[in-house]
């Protein structure tokens, strides 16, 4: 099969001047070479784009005035993506030469996918970031394999979405489902689209022979309140846009118990209690715009709840069950 679509791959970045060259070189090293590069700088004061306009004059640079997040920098992204398909990769995450071209090998014969999820590994160790994503029956996106050795996830499969810090959208479904909400800024955005993908009809892939490298949280800090403050309140904006009523009241015992785990979690554990609330009560404040956004989203629909809940990863069971308890213990 010859292959010669064209791929924009856009990279954000933000005050990530020390993580640019291994990742933008990469891209380059691409053995797939129908690609344009697109880096969106989130207005750094630590001379990024200087730094990248010198050691690769190819790659357009689009330079912010303020910080619009990984949402909002991928959305002015988009608009000087020219490409069939639309690479998002993190300016912390480095790919193997065979990436793209893996990836486009399975995704292009299969006219119904959407969003191809690569094998993303830990920079510099033996385990799984994300073998794309899956999504809970509490209601929440979680990294599939997540801390478990790369020699596991080794099938390729359909999964319920994909990790946007290196993953593939084909141009057709952005055009059909929006791109990412800007309402997100950062984290679960790529939840929010994967499952708007999924009700309008689109498939994810995960390719494991498509291999990137996360320096994971390069940039934002693991448990940084930043990190901590959107991801505790874009999980219930992912909710109030997609699950539908059925789906969540058929699953109400699982939701109410992620929400027990995560305020034991962040709040016991973590002693973020002020974050925990700040953050709840601003997803709140943030309803009825999301309602609104959920009448487009349900008025496009073309899958029945049997179909969702099919690819949701169910929480009592017991390889997923384990993982999510191993990383309430240790994480």
């Known amino acids: 099969m010859t292959l010669n679509n064209k791929v924009s791959v856009i990279i954000v970045n933000y005050n990530g001047k020390h993580l640019l060259k291994e990742c933008i070189q990469s891209v380059y090293n691409q053995s797939y070479k129908y690609i344009d590069i697109i880096m969106v700088d989130n207005a750094s004061v630590d001379s990024s784009v200087e730094y990248a306009s010198a050691l690769f004059p ?99 499969e359909y999964v319920f979405g994909a990790c946007a810090g290196a993953a593939i959208y084909r141009r057709k479904m952005i055009d059909e489902t929006d791109f990412f909400d800007d309402d997100f800024f950062l984290i679960h955005e790529d939840s929010d689209l994967s499952f708007r993908a999924q009700l309008a009809g689109w498939k994810v892939l995960y390719v494991p022979s498509a291999v990137a490298y996360h320096k994971v949280s390069s940039t934002i800090g693991k448990m940084s309140d930043l990190a901590v403050y959107h991801s505790l309140r874009n999980c219930e904006l992912v909710r109030m846009k997609n699950v539908s009523s059925g789906l969540f009241f058929r699953h109400l015992p699982s939701f109410i118990a992620g929400v027990v785990l995560d305020f034991i979690y962040f709040c016991f554990k973590h002693g973020k209690v002020r974050l925990y609330f700040k953050a709840k009560v601003d997803a709140l404040r943030l309803l009825p715009k999301m309602v609104q956004k959920r009448k487009l989203i349900m008025s496009n629909k073309k899958v029945h709840n049997k179909y969702i809940k099919s690819i949701m990863t169910p929480l009592y069971e017991k390889s997923f069950f384990l993982l999510k308890l191993k990383k309430f213990l240790h994480g």
């Open 58 to 156: 190819d790659v357009r640079l689009i330079r912010l005035n303020e910080n619009l997040g990984f949402t909002g920098g991928n959305i002015e992204g988009l608009k000087y993506a020219s490409g069939d398909y639309i690479m998002l990769i993190n300016n912390d995450v480095v790919m193997e030469r065979d990436c793209i071209k893996n990836l486009l090998a399975s995704i292009e014969p299969k006219p119904d996918v959407g969003i191809g999820a690569v094998k993303m590994l830990v920079y510099g160790k033996d385990a799984i970031d994300s073998a794309g994503d899956g999504f809970s029956t509490s209601f929440r996106g979680f990294k599939r394999g997540e801390g478990l050795q790369s020699n596991q996830y080794d099938k390729e």
